[in-house]
Antibody, heavy 113, light 109 residues
């Protein structure tokens, strides 16, 4: 079965860009028909959809974050990535990479100087 | 984007039945998926599509839908079912956007 693992800095300074990578094992990103997505969860709060990318390269972003988000895929490494620019403390959250069925364990990203 | 609204919390006696609802305009067009999240863990898919359970999910979990409301029913709730539950569905915009419900905390008494 698929396994997803997030990686990236756990601390990002305000106004900088948050960058995370999701490494996929047990299957190929380029052979699937479902989405590869990013979801986040601020401490003590609910889940928020950030966006997703399909094997075709098409991307779909939460309108509230669209101006700051970029999701890309590297099929050679079987990875997909998230970039969120101009971060503030409100972007502090556990970030998950996911397919409809499988999720990574999540990684906490704190925005603080 | 669309909104999906859930009751913040429900409680159920051990072995009894509880239904969790999710309301939103997009549910008139798209099925909801349901995720279970226990403290400190990633969400787990329990129901998808019309009423489908991934491998390993007990058959006490079932899903249904009517109009703008999707429901998750736990028949014979167990202590291990105590968790937060989130619905998830397509956005009503017609694009491949998704949205999560506000979440329901289920307490098993």
């Amino acid at each position: 079965q698929l396994q997803l693992q997030e990686s990236g800095p756990g601390l990002v300074k305000p106004s900088e860009t948050l960058s995370l990578t999701c490494t996929v094992s047990g299957g190929s990103i380029s052979s699937s028909s479902y989405y590869w997505g990013w979801i986040r969860q601020p401490p003590g709060k609910g889940l928020e959809w950030i966006g997703s990318i399909y094997y075709s390269g098409s991307t779909y972003y939460n309108p509230s974050l669209k101006s700051r988000v970029t999701i890309s895929v590297d099929t050679s490494k079987n990875q997909f990535s998230l970039k969120l620019s101009s971060v503030t403390a409100a972007d502090t959250a556990v970030y998950y990479c996911a397919t409809p069925t499988y999720w990574g364990q999540g990684t906490l990203v704190t925005v603080s100087s | 984007s669309s909104e999906l609204t859930q009751d913040p919390a429900v409680s159920v006696a051990l072995g009894q039945t509880v239904r969790i609802t999710c309301q939103g305009d997009s549910l008139r067009s798209y099925y909801a998926s349901w995720y279970q999240q226990k403290p400190g863990q990633a969400p787990v898919l329990v129901i998808y599509g019309k009423n489908n359970r991934p491998s390993g999910i007990p058959d006490r979990f079932s899903g249904s839908s009517s109009g703008n409301t999707a429901s998750l029913t736990i028949t014979g709730a167990q202590a291990e079912d105590e968790a937060d539950y989130y619905c998830n569905s397509r956005d009503s915009s017609g694009n491949l956007l998704y949205v999560f419900g506000t979440g329901t905390k289920v307490t098993v008494l």
